[in-house]
Nanobody
Framework: QVQLIESGGGLAQAGESLRLSCAASGRTFSNYDMGWFRQAPGKEREFVASITWSASSTNYADSVKGRFTISRDNAKNGLYLQMNSLKPEDTAVYYC?????????????WGQGTLVTVSS
């Protein structure tokens, strides 16, 4: 089972860019579909973007489509989220998520989160 550690959060002004990284431990990272979620203060956690284990397919929330790009490097056990044209409403704790369906169970792993704050 993988363990996930996010980094790259911080303070940005509206219109600027940030790049989040998620470092995964373990030798089976390439078996997992991966995603980014976020949780703003007082709100529920929401989907941001996802990428399949082979990087053959990506998916984005409408609110970030065209501004954010998810990518992965299986050789480096890394997941990334390039965030451009940031808006104040992007302020949230961003979580890395690993997901894998097995025959009789599902594996779901979360990172501890990294805070992104966007000022207007």
């Amino acid at each position: 089972q993988v363990q996930l550690i996010e980094s790259g959060g911080g303070l940005a002004q509206a219109g600027e860019s940030l790049r989040l990284s998620c470092a995964a431990s373990g030798r089976t990272f390439s078996n997992y579909d991966m995603g980014w979620f976020r949780q703003a203060p007082g709100k529920e956690r929401e989907f941001v973007a996802s990428i399949t284990w082979s990087a053959s397919s990506t998916n984005y929330a409408d609110s970030v489509k065209g501004r954010f790009t998810i990518s992965r490097d299986n050789a480096k056990n890394g997941l990334y989220l390039q965030m451009n044209s940031l808006k104040p409403e992007d302020t949230a704790v961003y979580y890395c998520h690993a997901h894998r369906n097995l025959t009789k169970t599902t594996i779901s792993v979360w990172g501890q989160g990294t805070l992104v704050t966007v000022s207007s």
